[in-house]
């Protein structure tokens, strides 16, 4: 089979960062336990290559956060994910006297420090996510009284929302159409508002590739973890761009060889920002041979 990579793929810089400073710890601790507080980065496969090299992921799954950064003890060394957390747990690791590692990839970073600012100056926000997604519910968390969320698709009473000062921000890994209309919406209805809303450079450009793919292309792979978002938005982008070709997702060549892939002629490969080279390149291997 024919195969296009679009580019970019494999990690995205503030994945990749993430990674180097849980092994940044591993190097300078060599003698200690290495504690990832919840997912490093959406992906199972890099979540289960850190735990073959010794990493101890504190699943959220089975205890909040802040319930393990209770069990923990003083010295244990903590490794903050890309996704940015609760500012509350830092105050906590710190009273713990936890040694921490943030790896907050620095556009989760950037729109912190607008919100906390805008905070600070008495003003309000109103903030695009998803619920439930760890960098939206580490954002509501720096204050929950003072920040809406506005999930597109869903209803949002802006009856009831009066905001103050209001600056609009939203989550790094949404899709970029569906934020100009949410922009373009929260406008119409907040005209005062500042739009400081976007989606990070990672994301953006992989969605701007995905639409410029050439004409004859049967076959969409994208490669991600369905917890990763900035993978299902180019998921949901190449399904509603190309209804007639076949669009898959898988993390990696084992997942897709359980795929029956129809007779295509020409695959488009192309990955999520938490997807290695490693396992991108295996796939395209594997789709060549096809
Ligand atoms: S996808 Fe964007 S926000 Fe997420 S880690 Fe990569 S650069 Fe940062």
Known sequence: MKVTVINPHGFCAGVQRALDHAYKAKKEHPNQHIYILGNLVHNEKVISDL?????????????????????????????????????????KAIAKGLIRYDAT????????????????????????????????????????????????????????????????????????????????????????????????????KRQSAICTAPSDIDLYIVMGSKTSNNTMKLYDLATAKYPKAVVLRCLDVEDLKKIFLKKSKHAALISGASTGLREFEEVKAYLEKV
């Open 105 to 204: 990839c620095p556009f989760v970073r950037a729109n912190s420090t607008l919100i906390k600012k805008r905070i600070m100056e008495g003003g309000e926000v109103i903030y695009i996510g998803q619920a439930g997604h760890a960098e939206t519910e580490g954002t509501l968390k720096i204050d929950e009284s003072k920040i809406f969320l506005y999930e597109p698709q869903k209803s949002f009473d802006f009856a009831q929302v009066s905001v103050k000062n209001p600056l609009l921000v939203s989550q790094t890994t949404m899709g970029t159409e569906e934020m100009k209309e949410s922009v373009s919406l929260l406008k119409d209805h907040f005209p005062e508002i500042d739009v400081a809303a976007r989606v990070c450079d990672a994301t953006d």
């Open 51 to 91: 735990e073959k090299d010794g990493f101890i992921i504190l699943d959220e799954r089975k205890k909040s956060l802040s319930e393990w950064i209770d069990s923990l003890k003083k010295g244990d060394i903590i490794v903050f994910s890309a996704h940015g957390h609760d500012p509350h747990l830092d105050e």
